[in-house]
């Protein structure tokens, strides 16, 4: 157990190194900064020398893994942190510096308990990514084959460990003042970002999560997921196969070799939605250093660490929510948040669905590039302040991935309207999963698994209730009535004539 003023020093450790790098400035000068953070802010960089130019990335990158994933989801919100900022950030989804392959090499033969040449014919010593957890190196199997090789980078698991202790001290802290910070549930926030990074620091779980998404996705042609080589997969190193492709951050790149980067967004959106509404299974983790266009123009997907599953019952609202905002039907949405108890029943339903059209209707018909996302932010946030709505850490990965796939689909395609794209698919599985024919459809399976279940019944009450032929129950045990006669000292001269008795008896039976 980490003891408090280590969690403190460490916190304190983190805004320094994030004030010497200039990444506290927005935060200072941003009007809606808690004052309290402001002081906090200011006295971190007291005494700092503070850049001209923030150098985000390195001030994530310098804090360490958890705060680099962090780094990564903010670098494909442009309008949320700045141009500048984004642009720099981007330099921590591949761009890290690698480490040795004396080291890598190490990690590979201890994981298999074999010399590397056992496994692969060749392998190339520069990586071609470095991320926050793993580096990635091509290779040539022994049967021929071209494959990417990723490695766990040593040390990394004790260094989120450390970094989440602390994470997770700071949250208690943070909720226990009440209030506001209360209702966001800090703490489980945390615990739900403590389980992502846990699936994600074993390779073999994400070969599986792999595996499942490309099964789950053959109805989406457009969207690609690599070959697993589970003969050389273990928890420390992952094997898959190579694609050549273009990253869909490189807009040039992909303009120069003939893609249509408006298709690319569309087919981004589709895949995503047929993920998180369809299957329920989502990879979630797709920034553009993750998703490449492959030659025939299909979109391939990397890096299945990070992974997210809705049930059907939340895969039902979401959709119902997503084409409510599309149709601008805000008073079913706003009943959709009361069915699932996101806001409490003592609010009205046609204030919240009031609410809810001042924050989505100016955004309605509207290209991305001339929609203000922080601005409808600020205001969704006020709807769940005003109405008492908590915090839903089962869905933040949802929002977190939503958000990602919005800004790499506005990369791709500054005009794309999310709505109109997302519209076809949405109003089709509505139709498909909540019409006339699905609800008999459920009907009839709800209908047979009881069927099915009555030979079971049937057991169990005659296992409750016997038939008249059969044997006689066992008589219940006679309950023994304890008699209580007078006080303790009854007691004992109860014990003493037993005594004299008993002896009395075996001096005659010996004479």
């Known amino acids: 157990m980490t003891a408090p003023p280590v969690h403190l020093y460490r916190l304190l450790k983190w805004g320094r190194i994030l004030a010497r790098h200039g990444a506290l400035r927005g935060i200072e000068r941003d009007p809606n900064t808690p004052k309290p953070v402001r002081r906090i802010a200011r006295i971190a960089r007291f005494g700092a020398r503070i850049p001209t130019t923030p150098r985000y990335a390195d001030?994530?990158?310098?804090?360490?893994?958890?705060?680099?994933?962090?780094?990564?989801?903010?670098?494909?919100?442009?309008?949320?942190?700045?141009e500048e900022a984004a642009h720099d950030l981007l330099r921590l989804q591949d761009a890290l510096p690698p480490l040795s392959f004396a080291v890598i090499r190490e990690r590979i033969e201890s994981s298999y308990g074999r010399p590397l040449e056992t496994f692969f014919a060749s392998i190339d010593e520069t990586p071609v990514g470095a991320a926050s957890i793993a580096q990635v190196h091509r290779a040539?199997?022994?049967?021929?084959?071209?494959?990417?090789?990723?490695?766990?980078?040593?040390?990394?698991?004790a260094e989120f460990a450390r970094a989440i202790e602390t994470y997770e001290w700071a949250a208690a802290q943070v909720e226990g003042m009440g209030g506001e910070a209360a209702r966001l549930r800090p703490r489980l926030i945390i615990e739900t970002f403590k389980r992502w990074t846990a699936r994600e620091l074993d390779l073999r779980r994400e070969a599986a999560s792999a595996s499942e998404l490309a099964e789950g996705m053959t109805a989406e042609p457009d969207f690609y997921v690599p070959a697993i080589d589970w003969q050389r997969t273990t928890g420390k190193v992952l094997v898959l196969e190579w694609l050549d492709g273009i990253k869909l951050s490189?807009?040039?790149?992909?303009?120069?070799?003939?893609?249509?980067?408006?298709?690319?967004?569309?087919?981004?959106?589709?895949?995503?939605?047929?993920?998180?509404?369809?299957?329920?299974?989502?990879?979630?983790?797709?920034?553009?250093?993750?998703?490449?266009?492959?030659?025939?123009?299909?979109?391939?997907?990397?890096?299945?660490g990070i992974m997210g599953r809705i049930d059907r019952r939340a895969r039902v609202w979401l959709a119902e929510i997503l084409y409510g905002l599309i149709t601008g039907n805000y008073k079913r949405v706003a009943e959709i948040h009361f069915e699932a108890g996101y806001v409490p029943p003592h609010h009205n339903v046609a204030e919240f669905a009031t609410a809810l059209r001042a924050v989505g209707e100016p955004m309605r018909g509207l290209p991305v590039k001339d929609m203000s996302v922080?601005?409808?932010?600020?205001?969704l946030f006020n709807i769940t302040r005003d109405f008492d709505m908590q915090t839903q850490p089962h869905l933040l990965l949802l929002q977190k991935t939503m958000v990602m796939v919005e800004g790499v689909a506005r990369g791709l395609d500054p005009e794309i309207n999310l709505w109109e794209t997302s519209a076809p698919f949405v109003r089709e599985w509505i139709r498909t999963e909540l019409g006339p024919e699905a609800a008999v459809a459920d009907r009839i399976i709800t209908d047979l698994r009881t069927l099915a279940r009555l030979p079971q019944l049937i057991r169990n009450i005659e296992l409750r209730y016997p038939t008249p032929g059969g044997a006689p129950p066992a008589p219940p045990l006679r309950e023994i009535e304890v008699v209580r006669v007078g006080g303790g000292w009854r007691y004992a001269a109860v014990a003493v004539l037993a005594a004299a008795a008993s002896a009395a008896a075996m001096w005659i039976a010996f004479l």
């Open 59 to 82: 001030a994530f990158q310098a804090i360490g893994p958890a705060a680099i994933k962090l780094g990564q989801t903010l670098a494909t919100r442009p309008d949320l942190v700045g």
């Open 140 to 157: 040539v199997t022994t049967e021929g084959a071209q494959v990417a090789v990723k490695v766990l980078r040593p040390g990394v698991e």
């Open 250 to 304: 490189d807009r040039a790149a992909l303009v120069a070799a003939g893609h249509d980067t408006t298709a690319l967004a569309g087919k981004l959106i589709r895949a995503f939605l047929r993920q998180a509404i369809a299957e329920g299974f989502f990879h979630a983790d797709m920034h553009q250093g993750n998703l490449f266009a492959l030659p025939d123009g299909r979109i391939a997907a990397i890096d299945f």
């Open 374 to 379: 922080g601005a409808m932010l600020d205001g």
